[in-house]
């Protein structure tokens, strides 16, 4: 190997562990890890080790990569039974809330910064979207109600999609004779419906050849999973639709279909998405100059407060008109619309257009990013608090792991009972399996023994479970139930709906 490959991979390595271990550190101090992975990219960049990385058009293609493995992770840990109920209200935060935020801070930006109305509407429309690692990272570390985890993260998986055509369209807007405006709006219109049908297609696709096929090792399924999402964004972008929304919705059928592996499934996107997030923000902390940033900060400042105060509280009102929620769910919905990655990587498009004033627009988006992050996630747990929209705890979720038994026609469960299940004390008998499924295998404080129908089950148990193709959906149901309601479920109204994720 050439000794300039050695010395990248050993500092790629280098970073790379050090942001892993940052994330302990950030967690601790309450500070979100992608501003430590930000200030990794800044201190090994040129006003640090020196390093220089300048290539705009390479960092925008890097972060579109980096987007859609996110994304795709996004959609894949989305259950549907808690995202249904919110469908509307994202579809409405993504679309017309987009459109409300971009006016708003165009014309705040136009009228207190003096930019022309091409710029003052692209940082409008580049901070219009909330970020889907951002949210996702922060979100799952809060005791939220689902319906507004739900709502925050499909907003964050949907509006990537109609922001980046608007930027592009903002980006191109004084290049060559421009479409008249309902050109423009049947040509999003188009974009939009046809990615999430390639979405649905991709979907359907994955989970049909999934079910049915037979792979010769466990760790194929992962990586299927993932090549069928990133097939959904390139057949879409062939199509001239929105790739990001094809992205999506694949995962989201995808990760709410019964396919074998599935807690691997996630396990593996999840690492995915982490490792996109690490190198994303190390990419943009590289590509940003620290000597340009001082300039930079009255117009964030600004900019951030024209959109914290009144772009995102006005976007998320008229988004919600149509849909009962209450002032506290609408005041808090307004200030977890966090910004992270996503504006900075959307930045670079005009950047790399060579847009007059594009530089200045990724200098102040950076610190807006930087300050709005701190600002928001760090107080998101306090507000919630004070706005009253706090969970109460719920029994933990059971982790069921399926492999198929492909001669057999059966699966073969793995049960993993934590602390705060119900299952913990019931008798395997009072399980009351469907005919067709039993329990064959418990481990116990790393020994294995068979079960009998009066072994008392306890918080650490693994148990292995077969159960038939017919019968493993209501084996995998009554197993969630009596974790959360102990062995009168069904008399407590609990049938075992799969809310993971």
């Known amino acids: 190997m050439t000794p ?28 979100p890890s992608l501003l430590v992975y930000l200030a990794l990219g800044v201190l090994i960049g040129e006003a640090g080790l020196g390093i220089r990385f300048d290539d705009v058009e390479l960092t ?56 022309d109305w091409r710029l003052a509407l692209l940082y409008g429309a580049v901070l219009s979207s909330t970020d889907a690692a951002a949210v996702f990272a922060t ?28 930027v592009l369209l903002l980006s191109r807007a004084g290049a060559g004779a421009a479409h008249p405006w309902w050109y423009e709006g049947l040509l999003l219109g188009y974009e939009l419906s046809v990615g999430a049908a390639v979405g649905v297609g991709a979907g359907l696709a994955g989970r049909y050849a999934l079910r049915r096929a037979a792979l010769p090792s466990a760790g194929l399924y992962p990586i299927a999973v993932v090549g069928f999402t990133v097939l959904a964004y390139a057949a879409g972008s062939v199509l001239h639709a929105s790739g990001f929304l094809a992205v999506y919705v694949a995962g989201v059928l995808l990760g709410n279909s019964r396919l074998p592996h599935r807690q691997a499934i996630l396990g593996f996107a999840d690492g995915l998405a982490w490792l996109a997030q690490i190198g994303l923000f190390v990419m943009l902390g590289l590509l940003v100059s620290p000597g340009r940033l001082d300039a930079a900060v009255l117009p964030a400042l600004i900019t951030g407060a024209a959109l914290v105060l009144l772009a995102r509280p006005l976007s998320v009102a008229i988004s919600a008109l149509a849909f009962r929620v209450n002032l506290r769910e609408q005041l808090f919905l307004s200030w977890a619309g966090l910004r992270g990655a996503v504006p900075i990587v959307l930045a670079t498009i005009p950047l790399s257009l060579h847009v007059p004033g594009a530089d ?38 059971i982790l069921l792991e399926t492999a198929p038994l492909e001669r057999m026609r059966a699966d073969l469960l793995q049960v993993e009972v934590p602390a705060g299940s119900r299952l913990s004390g019931v008798h395997v008998d009072e399980l009351r399996l469907p005919v067709g499924a039993a329990v064959t295998l418990v481990l116990r404080d790393g020994v294995g023994f068979v079960p009998g129908p009066d072994t008392r089950l306890r918080v650490g148990d693994s148990l292995l479970v077969v159960a038939t193709a017919g019968a493993r959906d209501e084996t995998e149901r009554r197993l969630r139930a009596v974790s959360r309601r102990g062995r009168l479920a069904r008399w407590f109204g609990e049938y075992g709906e799969d809310r993971t994720g």
């Open 4 to 31: 300039g490959l050695d010395v990248a991979l050993l500092v790629g390595a280098a970073v790379l562990l050090v942001a892993v271990g940052a994330v302990r550190f950030s967690t601790r101090l309450g500070v």
């Open 60 to 115: 925008r293609m890097l972060g579109f990569c980096a987007l859609i493995v996110i994304i795709a992770e996004g959609g894949l840990s989305a259950r549907w039974s808690t995202l249904r109920p919110v469908l509307g209200l994202a579809a409405g935060l993504s679309t017309v809330g987009v459109v409300v935020s971009i006016v708003v801070v165009g014309v705040v930006v136009h009228l207190l910064l003096g930019l």
């Open 139 to 166: 979100l799952r570390r809060l005791r939220l109600p689902p319906r507004l985890v739900a709502t925050l993260e499909a907003e964050s998986g949907m509006n990537d999609a109609p922001v980046v055509l608007l």
């Open 360 to 397: 200045r627009l990724f200098d102040a988006v950076f610190v807006l990013v930087v300050v709005f992050t701190v600002l928001q996630a760090g107080t998101l747990a306090p507000a919630a608090r004070r706005l009253g929209v706090t969970a109460p705890s719920e029994a933990s979720e």
